[in-house]
């Protein structure tokens, strides 16, 4: 009971440490708020709002056809505009797409002449324009089959291709990349917080004043980890509700408190590396080196950016390995497909065995450097 009290209030001091520091305390609110939407809104992916301008020669009801099915929330109503006015309002920037639709075109398509239909894309747009060019020529190529099928009185094919896409219909990457982003935060955050108040206790000469204490680096470690770990976990939670719920309407479909439970489990992980780290530097600057060596190995190796299935054979290997990785895989079984605590337990198990592992390591090195300084 001793020893529990002592990392109770070891733990509180280091949270009114961390709030009087108002860098780290102004990084977190930064990392799990306005980097979220920033993240969110600006690496979409997929085709939004792109603006269509439309060249109608024909003025038949094939061509209104087209002009119709272009519709939001993929592109803007198609304006209509002059041929002699394409080129120089797409050099502008104002359009991403024209489309030229030429005179008799309905007509030759009726008579199966196979007639040319002309669409510009603006390439400096490069995933609008690639990705939108496809979404184009699909839309026209449907309402021309449509519209002679009609024409000609001939049924539709039986035989349909539906395309369901699972948990994510409009394929909307920030469903993806503002989750991916907490994610990416816990692991940065929970080795920074905790390597910097290692950090912060020896350039404070504070360490010395604990070692002399009849207290033990057990204890010091594990006040450490339960205090930065609940501040990250506040942070998550805040930012799923808050920030991914609230702002920008992103749904979760699974249980937010058994995924923070994983996240606790995770943060034993992530804060035991922090606390290594921190007995190894000697300084912030020195930390934030050491931090990049580790960090940016784990973030790569984890699955938040690029699927294993996509890495080489030998690196995926690694990979599967590491418990970033298994961390960010049942962190999206449960926010993404639903996942309950029978599905991921493994998971949750093999996070904190290596939890635990890192942990005694940390106390390894704690415990030398401690005996170094007495």
């Not at 070891?10 to 780290?24: I, M």
């Not at 993929?74 to 041929?83: K, N």
């Amino acid at each position: 009971m001793r020893a529990l009290a002592n990392i109770f209030w070891l733990g509180t001091k280091e949270l009114r440490s961390f709030l009087n520091d108002y860098v780290l305390l102004g990084l977190v609110i930064y990392a799990f708020s306005l980097a979220i939407i920033a993240q969110a809104g600006s690496s979409s992916q997929e085709v939004h709002n792109a603006s269509v301008a439309i060249v109608d020669e024909d003025h038949s009801e094939l061509s209104r056809r087209i002009a119709h099915a272009f519709l939001p929330p993929y592109f803007q109503p198609p304006q209509p505009i002059a041929e002699r006015d394409i080129v120089p309002l797409m050099d502008a920037g104002k359009y991403t797409f024209a489309i030229d639709i030429p005179p008799n075109f309905e007509r030759d398509v009726v008579a199966g002449r196979s007639p040319g239909l002309q669409v510009d894309v603006d390439a400096t747009a490069m995933v609008q324009a690639g990705l939108g060019a496809d979404y184009a020529q699909q839309i026209i190529t449907t309402e021309i089959a449509n519209f002679l099928s009609r024409a000609e009185g001939t049924p539709l094919s039986q035989v349909n291709l539906v395309v369901r896409i699972a948990f994510n219909p409009n394929v909307e990457t920030s469903w993806f990349t503002s989750v991916m982003g907490i994610i990416n935060s816990i692991t940065m955050l929970a080795i920074v917080l905790a390597g910097a108040a290692i950090v912060r206790e020896r350039e404070h000469g504070t360490m010395d004043h604990l070692l002399v204490m009849p207290l033990t680096p057990f204890e010091i470690a594990a006040s450490k980890i339960w205090a930065n770990g609940l501040v990250i976990l506040v942070a998550v939670a805040l930012s799923l509700y808050l920030v991914v719920r609230g702002l920008l309407h992103i749904p979760i479909a699974g249980s937010v408190p058994l995924f923070l439970a994983g996240v606790a489990v995770y943060l034993f992980f992530a804060t035991a590396i922090g606390i290594f780290l921190g007995t190894v530097a000697r300084s912030m600057p020195q930390l934030g080196l050491l931090y990049l060596l580790v960090y940016v190995p784990i973030s790569l190796l984890s699955g938040s950016n690029t699927p294993l299935e996509s890495m080489p054979r030998w690196m995926a290997t690694i990979a599967q390995v590491s418990p970033s990785a298994h961390f960010v895989s049942f962190a999206q079984a449960i926010l993404y497909r639903g996942a309950g605590f029978s599905v991921v337990w493994r998971q949750f198990v093999v996070v904190a065995l290596f939890g635990v592992l890192f942990f005694g390591l940390a106390l390894l090195r704690f415990r030398k450097v401690a005996s170094t300084t007495a």
